[in-house]
């Protein structure tokens, strides 16, 4: 499924993505503040995209206008603690394309997919000192939940603190006639 929205389109990521998901995801600034190690090799990006970014609603961020990938984003389960089978959304952009408000418009578009989907609640959640993550969530109107210290972080065997942030479809919808 291809999704597009006023100036960009989400779509399935593909191996042939390896060589730019490689170029976005290499540098130290983007992985771990979105808990994952930097790329080491296009190889490396490759095997992402076969073993995690090939997952149902998971899909690279695309400009529209030039078809460049900037990102990816995507609509999982949970693990926020009694939210089981509520929707949590994860993102991450590139940093050369940090400050154009592509991360917001990306989690405004999954939003709108999880509650036409019969959603009532919605996750996101970001690591302590990501606060480029933290505020994106508050654009979107996500509000904080709860917090979870001591997280033992598989994919970089960190420990790390967890902020959790919610949204419900009755705020959504408050927020959409809003505007």
Known sequence: MEITTKRLV????????AERLYELAKDPEVGPAAGW???TDAEDSRRVIREILSAPG????????????????GMFGTAAAGAEGEPEIGYWIGRDYWGH???PETVRTLLGLCFAGGNERVW???????EKSHRCMEK?????????????????????????TCITREEWDNRRKAE
């Open 10 to 17: 989400l779509r399935p990521w593909v191996e042939s993505d």
């Open 101 to 103: 408000e592509y991360a």
């Open 124 to 130: 996101c959640a970001y690591f302590e000192g990501n």
């Open 37 to 39: 190690i930097p790329h």
């Open 58 to 73: 998971t899909y690279a961020v695309v400009l529209k206008e030039s078809g460049e990938v900037i990102g990816s984003c």
């Open 140 to 164: 979107c109107g996500f509000c904080y939940h709860h917090t979870e210290e001591d997280v033992p972080w598989r994919p970089t065997g960190e420990t790390k603190t967890e902020h959790y």
